[in-house]
């Protein structure tokens, strides 16, 4: 799931997706990437809907570089 969304709402090709997905795992936090504020908050609202209906407690935050 977490690398269907990295792939389908961030753009990350599999590799990254994997990559960034295994980070999360052993560090508890991962980059998807850097956007501009308003989009990072409509791909934060995408990604939280869509674990919503899955039912995965996959989590997102802004953080301002």
């Given at each position: ?29 991962g ?10 908050e409509?791909k ?20 301002d570089?």
């Amino acid at each position: 799931f977490v690398v269907d969304v990295l792939e389908s709402v961030f753009q990350k090709s599999p590799a990254e997706a994997h990559r960034v997905m295994m980070q999360v795992h052993l560090n508890g936090r991962g980059k998807a990437g850097i956007y501009p504020w308003e989009v990072a908050e409509t791909k934060v609202d995408t990604l939280l809907s869509l674990a919503r209906d899955a039912g995965h407690p996959l989590q997102a935050t802004i953080e301002d570089a």
